[in-house]
T-cell receptor, first 114, second 111 residues
Framework: NAGVTQTPKFQVLKTGQSMTLQCAQD?????MYWYRQDPGMGLRLIYY???????DKGEVPNGYNVSRLNKREFSLRLESAAPSQTSVYFC?????????????FGPGTRLTVL | RKEVEQDPGPFNVPEGATVAFNCTYS??????FFWYRQDCRKEPKLLMS???SGNEDGRFTAQLNRASQYISLLIRDSKLSDSATYLC????????????FGQGTELSVKP
């Protein structure tokens, strides 16, 4: 099993450009998440999908959109990138259901917006 | 005020030392508590869950004080390989599994 995979690993954009970050998991997990990590801020939740067909806003959703394409894939789109979106983006997934289930993270996408 | 707060460090300790990390959370609705470990430029990985009665996993001991809304992690006999950032994480019941992360405490273990 590859676990959680993310593409691309690195990306440089100019202000105003758009791009989609891809995430896929092969663990048959129900829930998927997108976080961003900035120095001194910890990880902050952007959007999540509790199950296939549903998406909800997290703590910092402005400037982003998501698509839960199927059970395996959850993409994050920046329609018009801004320098404030320079960050490391992590995708995660969990089984979901009763109680807490560990979240498994992908390796991250390092995005720079100039 | 952040919902989960940690001392950012860095903590610089010699091999074999005992080191303790503290964490406070502000939302009393928090139900589940964890320590994640993050190596430099890598993804976070679950180190251990934190139970009300306290729990131990080898050299690592986690404690929870719900009344004070305080979580701790103790590492005994530090190894070079323990060098990483330790993230305090909380989860509220019925919140879709959403996790709230502290900013992390950096640990550097020196020979």
């Amino acid at each position: 099993n590859a676990g959680v995979t993310q593409t691309p690993k690195f990306q440089v954009l100019k202000t105003g450009q758009s791009m989609t970050l891809q995430c896929a998991q092969d663990m048959n997990h129900n829930s998927m998440y997108w976080y961003r990590q900035d120095p001194g801020m910890g990880l902050r939740l952007i959007y999540y999908s509790a199950s296939e067909g549903t998406t909800d806003k997290g703590e910092v959703p402005n400037g982003y959109n998501v698509s839960r394409l199927n059970k395996r894939e959850f993409s994050l789109r920046l329609e018009s990138a801004a320098p404030s979106q320079t960050s490391v983006y992590f995708c995660a997934s969990r089984v979901a259901g009763g109680g807490y289930n560990e979240q498994f993270f992908g390796p991250g996408t390092r995005l720079t917006v100039l | 005020r952040k919902e989960v707060e940690q001392d950012p460090g860095p903590f610089n300790v010699p091999e074999g030392a005992t080191v303790a990390f503290n964490c406070t959370y502000s939302n009393s609705a928090s139900q589940s508590f964890f320590w994640y470990r993050q190596d430099c430029r890598k993804e976070p990985k679950l180190l251990m869950s934190v139970y009300s009665s306290g729990n131990e996993d080898g050299r690592f001991t986690a404690q929870l004080n719900r009344a004070s809304q305080y979580i701790s992690l103790l590492i005994r006999d530090s190894k070079l390989s323990d060098s990483a950032t330790y993230l305090c994480v909380v989860n509220r019941l019925n919140q879709g599994g959403k996790l709230i992360f502290g900013q992390g405490t950096e640990l550097s273990v020196k020979p």
